[in-house]
């Protein structure tokens, strides 16, 4: 981003918060006259109450919503409704982002903001990852179809905001979409973003805590930057993108657990008992296994206090083999199979569990998975990674394959 470029949003950002500040006390006839974005303008407050709370004003807002009347000076804020607070939000999270944010009306920006801000946990919120669930859909029937000339590139898709559904452009029909009939049907309005730029305001922003939720890390980097080390060993079903292009079955994207349901989770982790058997010695094969083993170690153990405070312990009584000095913040590659197991049969037989225990790990599956989630937050995405990896060797020797099929 042209830092200049980023200075003279921030600039009008800061003005927006000044001229906010100097009216929101003077009620509705509130008057400002000064320069904004180097014109003289007059700026008086339209407020509308109804959407007070869920309206962001950003700097393309400020710049769309600033209308020219016929003598050229007097101006206003249509739905000027923002907080001080809000601003500094739009500030301190959106600036990033400012070239995107420079293509974005009201309905673009409303249907941004609801994919990528994230929960208090640092995760994507429920609307977001509904959001890019449908995006995948729609990256599927494009390349199942086979509706594309060209090159299927990021850049080449696009969401259909008006409508809230993913549509595409055709390389040699610049503007054009087709519909399930494979016809050409309607041009493109404004109302339209790349998915390359979706994605890239999904887990560039601060919101989502990359750091915390690995899924998120790992299903970023299958789309956008594979690494030299994934595309030599050619991990089944992965959408290995090149600079430009999708090469696999999007679909395959689900596979990451970012999608997954608890019930989803628990069922994998029960299942995988049985693949991790056939590969007892994964740990030994190969420098690959060991790097996956290396990650399986940095697993964190963490527990909620009364005041659900997190902190790195042991929040319940486990098998001796698997308690381990708190500084660790780990446990042994060798517990692995054994954590599974715990995890499995304390779900399993849940309702034979005395109730401090049910209690303290929360109803099935939702409240139950995630605890486990809490105290390892790195445990499932790992053990998914080397299960990937080996399916493809064994996957021959695996009873019940059909098992495993919507998860590697």
Not at 116 to 128: L, Y
Not at 196 to 208: D, L, N, P, Q
Not at 293 to 320: C, F, M, Y
Request: aromatic fraction near 12%; include cysteine; charged fraction near 30%.
């Amino acid at each position: 981003m042209d830092l200049h470029h980023s200075s003279s949003v921030e600039s009008r950002v800061d003005q927006a918060v000044s001229i906010e500040s100097q009216l929101k006390h003077e009620g509705q006839e509130a008057v400002w006259n000064g320069i904004f974005d180097n014109k003289p303008v007059t700026v008086m407050p339209k407020f509308n109450q109804d959407a007070i709370e869920r309206t962001l004003i950003t700097p393309r807002h400020i710049l769309s919503r600033i209308i020219d009347t016929e003598d050229k000076k007097y101006t206003l804020f249509e739905r000027y409704i923002c907080t001080v607070e809000e601003l500094l939000l739009v500030k301190a999270k959106l600036l990033r982002l400012d070239d995107l944010q420079c293509k974005l009306d009201e309905k673009e920006r409303e249907l941004l903001e609801e994919f990528a801000f994230a929960d208090p946990s640092g995760r994507p919120n429920s609307k977001g990852v509904d959001l890019l669930r449908d995006v995948i859909e729609g990256l599927w029937e494009i390349y199942y179809h086979k509706r594309i000339h060209g090159n299927l590139t990021t850049k080449n898709i696009v969401l259909c905001i008006g409508q809230g559904k993913l549509i595409w452009k055709l390389t040699r029909i610049a503007g054009r979409v087709i519909n399930e009939d494979g016809k050409t049907v309607f041009y493109l309005t404004s109302y339209y973003i790349s998915f390359s730029e979706v994605m890239a305001a999904c887990f560039v922003r601060k919101g989502v805590n990359k750091d915390k939720i690995r899924e998120v890390e790992e299903l970023w980097n299958h789309i956008n930057k594979p690494s030299a080390g994934l595309q030599k060993q050619k991990w089944k079903d992965i959408v290995a993108k090149t600079e430009e292009h999708f090469r696999a079955d999007p679909r395959s994207l689900f596979k990451n657990p970012l999608f997954w349901t608890p019930d989803m989770c628990i069922a994998f982790i029960s299942h995988c008992r049985m693949f991790i058997d056939l590969c007892g010695k994964w740990q030994y094969d190969s420098s690959e296994a060991f790097r996956f083993t290396n990650a399986i170690k940095r697993i964190h153990i963490l527990r909620k206090t009364p005041e659900g405070k997190l902190v790195r312990d042991w929040s319940l009584s486990l098998p001796e083999v698997m308690k381990l000095e708190v500084s660790q913040a780990g446990y042994r590659t060798s517990e692995t199979p054994e954590l599974i197991r715990y995890v499995r049969n304390g779900y399993f037989h849940l309702e034979d569990k005395d109730e401090d225990f049910k209690k303290a790990v929360g109803a099935p599956p939702d409240e139950y998975y995630e605890y486990f989630r809490n105290l390892f937050p790195d445990f499932l995405l790992d053990t998914h990674r080397v299960c990937q990896y080996y399916f493809s060797r064994v996957q021959a020797e695996v009873r019940f394959r059909y098992q495993f099929e919507k998860y590697l």
